[in-house]
């Protein structure tokens, strides 16, 4: 079987696939649309598939010729609230967008069903497939997790791309990361209560703002002197709001920052040092200090080996001089952590930003981003090869 002839044959039904999802762009935990549109290409060609959380997540299986272990192949499937000006004859027009590329990855994973199934005689066990919502916000990987995506059959492998030029990786390009390759993104909101009075009378009240700066300064030697200089850790404190006309103090001011980490436990200090500075700097200045935290996705940590081999895959497909190494991790977050934490897998980056003229590359979250295309097979050729060269191995 040689795979990049078959991905090729239906290169243009991916191409088309992604279009037609560019077209219906949902957010969060509701894409029925989108699932209606999975669905139905799945019926068409007889590939069985069950829905979860409520019909906004479809996890397809194909299973070979005999029984043997199972790999996942995950595709996130949701958009952003951006209004688009592409100007693409298939834009959308309902005030969302697949700005990050989301269509690409489920039209690709779409692709590799279509070839896989059409070629179930030539693998044994099985081949997940999981379209998740959510990955922007507020995450769809746990819940399809807890609803059993993992299970019956047990997941032994797991892989996924992100498309467009998340990584600095040459277009034309997939870029792999042994061990740790996206850190885990948790958020703090930190709310400073006073006593609101006249900015000519500050003494008759209680100001927040000159302790929450204190706070704000206390937060910086978190990572400068609470944290081992080896470890990799960000601490950002992003907004700050209080008062509402220049001559009142407020009763209340508050910031919110993220924090980027990639050992559990280092994580884990940092949202005690946060509570531990807020709360006893507002004592010192007889206030109350209010801390939320909230964990997010955890790190994205490959599997060192597996990623070794899925690279080595993508050599046999598509050649030595489409593959590299990333050089460093990136600092942004994504939610096929938790699949990574179930299963060993991967994670790896797929270069195919649009190109426009003079060489601008608009980034993802922008209106105007956009992929090419013409590298979608790339990502359909190593989830198909991955797939079912793992399995035969079995």
Known sequence: MNILEEVKNIEEEIINFRRDLHRIPELQLNLPKTMEYIGKVLDENEISYKKLMEGNAIVAEINGQNPGGCIAIRADSDALPIEEETGLSFKSE????????????????????????????????????????????????LPMIEEGCMEDPKVERVIGLHNGQLFPIEPGKVGFMPGEMMAAMDRFKITVIGKGTHGATPHLGKDPIPCICEIVNGLQKIVSRMVNPAEKVLLSVCQIHGGFTQNIIPDTVFVEGTVRTFDDEVRKNIAENIKNISENIAKAYGMDAEV?????????????????????????????????????????????????????????????????????IYPHHSPKFDLDESKLYMGTAIFVKVSMDYLNEK
């Open 94 to 141: 309902n005030g969302c967008m697949h700005a990050c590329g989301h269509d690409g990855h489920t039209a690709m994973a779409l692709g590799a069903a279509l070839i896989l199934n059409k070629n179930r005689d030539k693998f044994d066990g099985t081949v997940k497939i999981f379209f998740q919502p959510g990955e922007e916000y507020p995450g769809g990987a």
């Open 292 to 360: 939320e935290y909230d964990f997010k996705y955890p790190a994205v940590i490959n599997d060192e080996e597996f990623t070794e081999y899925v690279a080595n895959c993508a050599r046999e497909i598509l050649g030595e001089d489409r593959v590299e190494y990333l050089k460093e991790p990136s600092f942004g977050g994504e939610d096929m952590a938790y699949f990574l934490r179930e299963a060993k897998g991967t994670f790896f980056a797929l270069s195919n930003p649009k190109v426009h003229e003079g060489g601008k």
